[in-house]
């Protein structure tokens, strides 16, 4: 093991309130920096807020108030929030600190210096919730979350990230770990192989940001301004560099699947344009979902971390409010670490909340805890026995042997950000323990033996289940800390913190160590405590007053709702259908084995609901969502089967000319061969196929081009079994923009017929023929 650790959260911007998927990054990221100094390991994590941009400065207008007061306001509330938890952040850097603008301003003076940096004009369409150029025409939404963009003509500073596509490519090839998962890294590949632009990096619509320095009518871009938050916290540029000196490069960037192409491809570039180290590794991790979307401001579907401690904290009547959160807080983290297998989405509930709590704290580490040392107590007065090793109690050698081998499975878990197979092994220990306690009833005297010997047998029992308690605890104090140190505590070991726990040894609990005091550790939750968390939930969830962060895998909501500030109570349910309908549009749209007519009817669904949500006083819905008054689909998200027979379709998440607003046709209802000749079609070769979870239609295929790899959404998941596509030949269309599908990257289209029942049929050959040959 490296003898420092580095790890960081993305800095979060200021224009919401945390929830818990934010605290999600953060709460894994305080678990690997606890785990690293439990082992011994000079630990630096970093944490913060993103507060310059566009999209700020609007937040704090609408908020009647400067930008200045605007973040000072809410990046106290992460830090509050953080605090209340008990995260063990070492610096919680701010975009706005001296510190960090002086240091900014130098690293673009260096990236100039070294002519890196160039001044040009642009006129583009700018999405202002993204901070980004897109491109897209004038009108047209931002590709990635769907929300209007503006045209925008600005004289720029600009960043050659051209001159990193051959560079970055090598770094990626030399270093496979760097960006994971495997997923992410294919997206990030695809995207550099397709070509890197120049990189605008400086604003002048707006002024709330770090000035470029000798050119003050200018401020930096904010994600150069924000990327660079990981060096400027170390002092990096300072006076006093010797943090930096010390921890960089990190060994994590720790951020959301959404934010990968800002550290992978522009972070890199403007390190290596300064002539910095690179970051050892960064890992994307999946979304938190709440009632099946993305957890988010805007859609109104976000849960509180308060909402948690408090519920949780209020289980615990007796301990000062501090203990209450640190308590309550476990019980987010083990939920959030245990329940949501790291890198992919996962839905949060309160029901699976409760009963993880209940099955896996309260029944069964819990129980365990306290059975063994009330016995310990009852037999041996408090005081760790020792084990006769009379050999004679039943699996009482294995522990000897398993221990080691759940210490080894735990720690490769935890090293490959496996977080709740990791925990699987460490409850597999639990259930293990518990049932050797039942199967030799240590409470049970054995016919035919002596109280001595009794007392022996008990001994070596109780010694064996408090050692393995121990051990887990060591293990599992990462996630749970307040949890393990009051375990840690009632075994009489002190307190954990400062425990060495780098070398975990079988037999290593010393026999007459007095046990400290015990009470109870996690008291059952009752099916109440999902009401009040509801109930909690209004009062700490405000309504929605400014535009959230970026919304990748949907197209904004129709601009009336939007727009509208805060929904009343009537609307908030219609606005949760709404988003649920626009995501089945999306997909709808996407999977040309749906009809035209139900795109269309879902189209009139949604123009109905945007009329209901905004009340009959209103202008009528965009015209493009009232269109075709006479569709049949009234009121339901999910699409029916696809009709004609033998129609030529296209089985993908690729973007394709949406029914409400068709592709001008050709007067003849032909096209020219220059028009076909527009459309690329290669053969691909299928090298993985798996369903994308919450979609029914949807499969995500890795198709190889021969060149490259391409990751590609096909809606064919009815018509085809992922696993009996791998290694089929087919036929994409090569040359479309990518588009995102829940949350999911797709390049091309898989070319397929739709059969009378409305399955796909794809395209195929009889006779053999390499990947990426082209169709003419
Ligand atoms: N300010 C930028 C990051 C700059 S880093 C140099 C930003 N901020 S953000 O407030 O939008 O935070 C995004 C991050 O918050 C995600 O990448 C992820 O780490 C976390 N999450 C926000 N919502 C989330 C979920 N619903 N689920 C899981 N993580 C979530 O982007």
Redesign the pocket.
């Known amino acids: 093991m490296p003898n420092t650790f580095y790890v960081t ?5 200021v224009n ?1 309130r945390p ?1 818990i ?2 605290t ?2 953060t709460v894994v990221a305080d678990v690997l920096a606890r785990r690293h100094r439990s082992l011994g390991v000079d630990t630096f994590f970093l944490t913060g807020t ?1 507060e310059h941009g566009q999209k700020i400065a609007r937040s704090a207008e609408k908020a009647g108030c400067t930008p200045q007061e605007f973040t000072d306001r809410v990046s106290a509330q992460f830090r509050a929030l953080w605090d209340r938890m008990g995260l063990t952040y070492d610096d919680f850097i701010r975009t706005t600190e001296p510190r960090h603008k002086q240091a900014v301003q130098k690293l673009f003076a260096l990236l100039r210096e070294r002519g890196y940096i160039y001044k040009g004009s642009y006129t583009g369409q700018y999405c202002v919730s993204d901070e980004a150029y897109v491109d897209v025409p004038p009108g047209a939404p931002c590709p990635d979350c769907g929300r209007p963009t503006e045209t925008v003509n600005e004289e720029n500073y600009y960043f050659k990230l051209s001159a990193f596509e051959r560079v970055l490519l090598e770094f990626y090839d030399a270093h496979p770990g760097f960006i994971r998962p495997e997923t992410r890294r294919n997206e990030v590949l695809s995207f550099v192989r397709a070509g890197l632009k120049d990189l605008s990096i400086s604003r002048t619509s707006f002024s709330w940001g770090i000035p470029v320095p000798g050119d003050e009518k200018h401020v930096i871009y904010v ?1 150069m301004d ?2 660079a ?2 060096i400027t916290a170390l002092g990096w540029g300072s006076a006093d560099p010797s943090r930096y000196d010390k921890f960089w490069p990190a060994n994590i960037h ?3 699947k ?2 990968t192409r ?2 992978c491809v522009y972070w890199p570039a403007f390190l290596m344009a300064a002539g910095l180290p690179l970051p050892q590794s960064v890992i994307a ?5 709440f009632e099946e979307n ?3 401001k805007s859609r109104g579907n976000i849960v509180r971390a308060e909402t948690i401690l408090d519920a949780f904290g209020a289980l615990k009547p007796d301990l000062p409010p501090s203990e209450q959160d640190r308590f309550g807080a476990d019980v987010l983290r083990y939920f959030l670490l245990r329940e949501v297998v790291f890198g992919q989405d996962g839905s949060f509930s309160f029901d699976a909340l409760v009963q993880r709590y209940n099955a896996d704290l309260a029944n069964g580490y819990g129980n365990l805890v306290s059975r063994t040392l009330s016995m310990i107590g009852r037999y041996f007065d408090g005081v760790v026995p020792y084990p006769a090793s009379s050999g004679s109690v039943v699996q009482a050698h294995t522990f000897a042997v398993e221990v080691p081998r759940t210490l080894a499975a735990f720690a490769a878990s935890i090293d490959a950000l496996d977080f709740s197979r990791a925990l699987e092994a460490a409850w597999a220990l639990v259930a293990a323990v518990d049932g050797y306690l039942t199967a030799n009833a240590p409470w049970k005297q054995v016919e035919g033996t002596t109280d001595e010997q009794q007392q022996a047998l008990r001994a070596d029992i109780l010694y064996t289940a408090a050692e393995a308690i121990r051990i887990t605890t060591a293990l599992v104090y990462p996630v749970i800390p307040y949890s393990a140190a009051q375990v840690w505590a009632q075994l009489g070991l002190g307190d954990i913190t400062q425990a060495d726990l780098s070398n975990l040894q079988w037999r290593g609990l010393q026999p007459g160590t007095k046990l400290g005091e015990l009470s109870p550790l996690f008291p059952r939750a009752d099916k109440e405590i999902i009401a009040r968390m509801n109930e909690f939930e209004q009062k700490n969830n405000p309504a929605p007053s400014d535009p959230a ?2 919304q990748p895998a949907t197209p904004a909501p129709p601009q009336s709702a939007a727009a509208a500030g805060s929904p009343t109570e009537q609307q908030q349910p219609r606005i949760s259908k709404l988003h649920s309908l626009v995501d089945g549009l999306a997909v709808a749209m996407a999977e040309s084995t749906t009809e035209t007519s139900a795109v269309l009817g879902l189209e009139k669904t949604i123009a109905d609901t945007v009329r209901e949500t905004i009340g009959s006083g209103r202008p009528p819905a965009p015209s493009s969502f009232a269109s075709n008054e006479s569709t049949s689909v009234k009121g339901h998200p999910t699409l029916p089967p696809a009709p004609a027979t033998g129609t030529a379709a296209v089985a993908s998440g690729a973007a394709q000319p949406s029914a409400a607003s068709p592709a001008p046709a050709h007067p003849e209802g032909k096209i020219s061969i220059d028009d076909f000749l527009k459309v690329e079609l290669r053969v691909a070769q299928i090298k993985v196929a798996e369903r994308v979870p919450k979609a029914d239609k949807l499969l995500r295929l890795e198709v190889d081009l021969g060149t490259e790899t391409r990751q590609i959404l096909a809606g064919i998941a009815e018509s085809y079994a992922p696993e009996s596509l791998i290694g089929r030949k087919v036929v994409i269309v090569a040359n479309l923009a990518s588009r995102k599908l829940r949350g999911l990257e797709s390049n091309g289209m898989i070319v397929a017929a739709t059969a009378a029942d409305g399955k796909a049929i794809l395209a195929g050959f009889l006779e053999d023929v390499e990947p990426g040959a082209k169709l003419k």
């Open positions: 959260t993305p800095i979060y911007y919401a929830h998927g934010t999600y990054t993103d994600w924000a990327l938050n990981y720790l951020v959301g959404e934010i800002f550290h991790h999946g979304w938190l979902l993305k957890m988010s962060p970026s």
